[in-house]
């Protein structure tokens, strides 16, 4: 008899687990794709990680425009990353700091103290923008950045107060990586 109770406890302290564990993942359904990303140590609202994962991410190359999505794989990313011998990269701005929406003055001058870190630590890039499809935010400028690893993307994204970064692995998939 004891070891039925023992184990509808150990059972009901799984439960409780597993339901601390999804309570803290949020399940978003971008109507890109559905991803599952841990937020039980970010204090982002919910709605602007969404809004991130919604952000198309566009590089210029040229006349030519990549774009990149959030938990997508791209043959165009990967073909960039083989040709310019690159592991990694990372998309790094430096426009409304903690999602607070500055004026286009302040953008543009963080933004340039971004450029001038970049070409300072001599770091290869190429100009990007990040446009919310749903026009909620104005684009903004941002940097996808050859080469930079995920420790050197976060730091960036902190030293210049972003909630959050995108980065690249050599696979090619894009992955939002949070900040706070």
Same mark, same amino acid.
Not at 13 to 19: A, D, G, I, P
Not at 156 to 164: E, H, K, S, T, V
């Given at each position: 008899m004891n070891e039925h109770f023992s184990t509808l406890r150990k059972d009901r302290?799984?439960?409780?687990?597993?339901?601390v564990n999804f309570y803290n993942t949020v399940k978003l359904h971008t109507g890109i794709s559905n991803m599952t990303i841990d937020t039980s140590n970010s204090v982002i609202d919910k709605k602007l990680i969404v809004g991130y994962c919604q952000t198309q991410y566009w590089v210029s190359i040229g006349y030519e425009k990549v774009v990149v999505c959030i938990d997508h794989y791209s043959e165009r990313v990967k073909s960039l990353l083989t040709q310019s011998e690159a592991s990694c990269?990372?998309?790094?701005?430096a426009y409304n700091p903690y999602s607070q929406l500055n004026n286009e003055n302040e953008n543009c001058l963080a933004n340039e103290l971004l450029r !001038? #870190?970049? @070409?300072?630590?001599?770091?290869?890039?190429?100009?990007?923008?990040?446009?919310?499809?749903?026009?909620?935010?104005?684009?903004?400028? !941002? #940097?996808? @950045?050859?080469?930079?690893?995920?420790?050197?993307?976060q730091s960036?994204?902190?030293?210049?107060?972003?909630?959050?970064i995108v980065w690249v692995d050599h696979g090619a998939i894009a992955r939002l990586i949070l900040l706070r």
């Open positions: 302290e799984l439960s409780f687990v597993r339901f990269a990372g998309i790094v701005t !001038s #870190f970049l @070409v300072r630590n001599d770091y290869r890039f190429l100009e990007s923008l990040n446009v919310d499809p749903t026009q909620t935010w104005p684009p903004e400028k !941002s #940097f996808f @950045v050859f080469d930079l690893g995920l420790h050197a993307a960036i994204g902190r030293q210049f107060g972003q909630n959050a």
